[in-house]
């Protein structure tokens, strides 16, 4: 079984600025995943041509099921936060899970964004600018897959180092009652070392994500439990046609 995460830059690709959808359907299918956690996430965006980018993403792999989630709703300049009570094709902006096995159960995690402003610097700046940080998702699946019952949770963190914790927090208490095992998928905000202790999570697959053309970083992670981590055979990130960041991928072997 072959899990992927991908932060997607809602389609968009950094070398010349735009949203082929052509090139994006060409590109998830290019992963081959059976499993795919997917970031940055437009529907029915102009910026992305007004497309259902989940739904794209899940003919070209071949998903069975499939759930976007929205972290915000509305257009880029005037976003709110999104609380699960906007109409099916309302605009939005989030993460989204793929399978091509069953899914069994769905949940939706909130995960409450910096109440304040807060001071950030950015390159080329010699002074902070005050920053609102925006409210984060989180979409779990229980999957049968040929590795039996595993629950995937796919989100995206804050950027703000201090708040992550909180936001993981949350992530722990949702799955405190689960009884498969869990991978955690998704762009993190965090190196490999704090993913590890932060999440109590081992992981799955280990090399730069970030930036794409280069990368120095591993931002994006793909986590789970001990018996999971006994079952990997290979790993790899991807430099697609598209996003600022590599897709990274795991592939698990069943128990024989």
Do not use: K
């Not at 059976?34 to 007004?50: F, H, P, T």
């Not at 979409?139 to 708040?163: C, D, K, M, R, Y």
């Amino acid at each position: 079984m072959r899990v992927t995460t991908f932060n997607i830059l809602h389609g968009r690709s950094p070398d010349d600025d735009q949203v082929d959808l052509a090139r994006f359907c060409e590109a998830i299918a290019s992963l081959d995943a059976d499993v795919l956690a997917l970031q940055e996430v437009d529907r029915n965006q102009a910026r992305s041509a007004g497309a259902d980018l989940t739904a794209l993403a899940a003919e070209a792999m071949g998903a069975q099921d499939h759930l976007f989630v929205a972290a915000l709703h509305g257009n880029p300049g005037v976003w709110m936060a999104a609380d699960g009570d906007e109409q099916p094709d309302a605009a939005g902006y989030g993460v989204a899970l793929l399978s091509r096995y069953p899914v069994t159960a769905w949940q939706t995690i909130r995960l409450a964004p910096v109440p304040v402003r807060v001071p950030m610097f950015f390159p080329g700046s010699r002074r902070p600018e005050m920053v609102q940080d925006e409210a984060r998702v989180a979409v779990a699946a229980t999957i049968e897959s040929p590795l039996g019952p595993v629950t995937v949770a796919n989100t995206h963190l804050t950027f703000i180092e201090w708040w992550q914790h909180r936001q993981l927090r949350t992530l722990r208490q949702a799955f405190e009652a689960r009884t498969t095992p869990l991978i955690l998928a998704g762009d993190l905000n965090m190196g490999p070392a704090r993913a590890a202790r932060l999440t109590g999570l081992a992981a799955l697959a280990a090399a730069p994500t970030f930036p794409a053309d280069v990368p120095g970083e591993q931002l994006d992670h793909l986590l789970g439990t001990p018996d999971l981590a006994a079952r990997v055979t290979s790993s790899r990130a991807q430099r697609l046609a598209l996003s600022d960041h590599r897709a990274l991928s795991v592939d698990l072997r069943p128990t024989t």
